[in-house]
């Protein structure tokens, strides 16, 4: 999905959650895909509170001074800016991981995320990955 493709200049800028090849060389696929749902889904919490925070924010905006409503429009506006970063992140990170991990069975002899990672070009996005089980060679390309 081209929607959530991220620039080129700006692959290896992400601070929260590490890239794949880094991912791999640090704690394997397996806890590098399960550490990305986990980050996804906190997005997705934050997203949520978010809506209601905003909810809350329109129900106290009926009442109080001009100076209450001012703090409400501020919160409806800081969540929905807040929510809306946190939503686009968590179906980043969501599909990314899945992106990944259709993309990590073995093409020889099918073990899942059983692989190293050896090498990754990040202008064009693919880590060059060995199978652990028959040593077979093969990309995997992340958005
Ligand atoms: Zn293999």
Redesign the pocket.
């Known amino acids: 999905m081209t929607y959530f493709k991220t620039p080129a200049n700006m692959i290896g800028m992400n601070y929260l959650n590490s890239r794949l090849y880094d991912g791999i060389r640090k704690v394997g696929f397996r806890k590098w895909y399960e550490r990305e749902l986990l980050s996804s889904h906190a997005h997705m919490v934050l997203a949520f509170l978010c809506i209601i925070g905003m909810m809350a924010a329109f129900e106290a905006f009926r009442g109080g001074t001009l100076s209450d409503k001012l703090f409400d429009a501020a919160a409806i506006v800081a969540c929905g800016g807040i929510g809306i970063w946190a939503l686009r992140r968590y179906l980043y990170l969501l599909m990314n991981a899945e992106v990944v991990a259709n993309q990590a069975n073995?093409p020889?002899?099918k073990?899942y995320g059983l692989f190293t990672a050896l090498s990754e070009d990040r202008i064009s996005g693919q880590t060059q990955v060995r199978?652990k089980?028959?040593a077979?060679e093969w990309q995997i390309e992340v958005n």
Do not use: T, Y
């Open positions: 073995c020889e002899c073990a199978c089980k028959c077979h």
